[in-house]
Nanobody
Framework: QVQLVESGGGLVQPGGSLRLSCAASGSIFSRNAMGWHRQAPGKAREWVASITSGGTTSYAYSVKGRFTISRDNAKNTVYLQMNSLKPEDTAVYYC?????WGQGTQVTVSS
Protein backbone atom coordinates (compact mmCIF):
# COMPACT_ATOMS: atom_id res chain seq x y z
CA GLN A 1 0.00 0.00 0.00
CA VAL A 2 1.22 3.49 -0.86
CA GLN A 3 1.53 6.06 1.91
CA LEU A 4 2.37 9.71 1.23
CA VAL A 5 3.08 12.14 4.06
CA GLU A 6 3.45 15.88 3.42
CA SER A 7 5.27 18.34 5.64
CA GLY A 8 6.66 21.86 5.53
CA GLY A 9 3.52 23.94 5.49
CA GLY A 10 2.97 26.93 7.70
CA LEU A 11 2.29 30.64 7.88
CA VAL A 12 4.38 32.94 5.72
CA GLN A 13 4.14 36.58 4.70
CA PRO A 14 3.55 37.59 1.08
CA GLY A 15 6.78 37.36 -0.85
CA GLY A 16 8.13 34.68 1.43
CA SER A 17 9.11 31.11 0.71
CA LEU A 18 8.26 27.63 1.89
CA ARG A 19 9.55 24.21 0.95
CA LEU A 20 7.10 21.33 1.08
CA SER A 21 8.14 17.72 1.16
CA CYS A 22 6.27 14.49 0.60
CA ALA A 23 7.77 11.22 1.77
CA ALA A 24 6.56 7.92 0.38
CA SER A 25 6.46 4.58 2.15
CA GLY A 26 8.08 2.70 -0.70
CA SER A 27 9.92 3.00 -3.97
CA ILE A 28 6.95 4.29 -5.97
CA PHE A 29 8.73 7.58 -6.69
CA SER A 30 11.35 5.85 -8.77
CA ARG A 31 8.83 4.49 -11.25
CA ASN A 32 5.92 6.93 -11.41
CA ALA A 33 5.10 10.52 -12.08
CA MET A 34 4.36 12.48 -8.92
CA GLY A 35 2.91 15.87 -8.27
CA TRP A 36 1.14 18.42 -6.16
CA HIS A 37 -2.40 19.75 -6.04
CA ARG A 38 -3.84 22.37 -3.74
CA GLN A 39 -7.28 23.13 -2.41
CA ALA A 40 -8.50 26.36 -0.89
CA PRO A 41 -11.54 26.33 1.42
CA GLY A 42 -14.72 25.88 -0.57
CA LYS A 43 -12.80 25.35 -3.80
CA ALA A 44 -11.99 22.34 -5.94
CA ARG A 45 -8.56 20.82 -5.92
CA GLU A 46 -6.27 22.49 -8.42
CA TRP A 47 -3.27 20.95 -10.12
CA VAL A 48 -0.04 22.75 -9.27
CA ALA A 49 2.93 20.80 -10.58
CA SER A 50 4.09 17.36 -11.64
CA ILE A 51 7.34 15.56 -12.32
CA THR A 52 7.91 12.41 -14.32
CA SER A 53 10.06 9.48 -13.28
CA GLY A 54 12.74 10.93 -15.56
CA GLY A 55 12.57 14.38 -13.99
CA THR A 56 10.53 16.28 -16.56
CA THR A 57 8.50 18.99 -14.82
CA SER A 58 5.25 20.77 -15.57
CA TYR A 59 3.58 23.69 -13.79
CA ALA A 60 0.28 25.44 -13.64
CA TYR A 61 0.40 28.91 -15.14
CA SER A 62 -0.41 30.45 -11.77
CA VAL A 63 2.79 29.15 -10.17
CA LYS A 64 5.20 28.99 -13.11
CA GLY A 65 8.39 30.86 -12.35
CA ARG A 66 7.71 30.84 -8.62
CA PHE A 67 7.43 27.15 -7.70
CA THR A 68 9.87 24.34 -8.38
CA ILE A 69 9.07 20.65 -8.09
CA SER A 70 11.86 18.14 -7.61
CA ARG A 71 12.35 14.57 -6.47
CA ASP A 72 14.91 12.50 -4.66
CA ASN A 73 14.33 8.89 -5.56
CA ALA A 74 16.92 7.66 -3.05
CA LYS A 75 14.84 9.23 -0.28
CA ASN A 76 11.46 8.44 -1.88
CA THR A 77 10.61 12.11 -1.51
CA VAL A 78 9.14 14.80 -3.73
CA TYR A 79 9.53 18.50 -2.96
CA LEU A 80 7.81 21.72 -3.82
CA GLN A 81 9.88 24.87 -3.39
CA MET A 82 7.53 27.84 -3.26
CA ASN A 83 8.94 31.34 -3.68
CA SER A 84 7.35 34.76 -4.01
CA LEU A 85 4.26 33.49 -2.27
CA LYS A 86 0.98 35.34 -2.69
CA PRO A 87 -2.16 35.32 -0.54
CA GLU A 88 -3.93 33.43 -3.32
CA ASP A 89 -1.48 30.56 -2.78
CA THR A 90 -3.18 29.89 0.55
CA ALA A 91 -4.49 26.32 0.46
CA VAL A 92 -3.98 22.82 1.67
CA TYR A 93 -1.30 21.26 -0.50
CA TYR A 94 -1.52 17.58 -1.38
CA CYS A 95 1.05 15.39 -3.04
CA UNK A 96 0.00 12.49 -5.23
CA UNK A 97 1.23 9.40 -6.95
CA UNK A 98 -0.98 7.33 -9.22
CA UNK A 99 -4.40 7.66 -7.58
CA UNK A 100 -3.02 8.04 -4.06
CA TRP A 101 -3.05 11.26 -2.06
CA GLY A 102 -1.19 12.47 0.96
CA GLN A 103 -2.99 13.92 3.97
CA GLY A 104 -2.21 17.50 3.02
CA THR A 105 -0.26 20.32 4.61
CA GLN A 106 -1.63 23.81 5.20
CA VAL A 107 0.03 26.81 3.58
CA THR A 108 -1.19 30.22 4.68
CA VAL A 109 0.16 33.38 3.06
CA SER A 110 -0.87 36.44 5.01
CA SER A 111 0.54 39.62 6.46
Amino acid sequence: QVQLVESGGGLVQPGGSLRLSCAASGSIFSRNAMGWHRQAPGKAREWVASITSGGTTSYAYSVKGRFTISRDNAKNTVYLQMNSLKPEDTAVYYCWALNYWGQGTQVTVSS
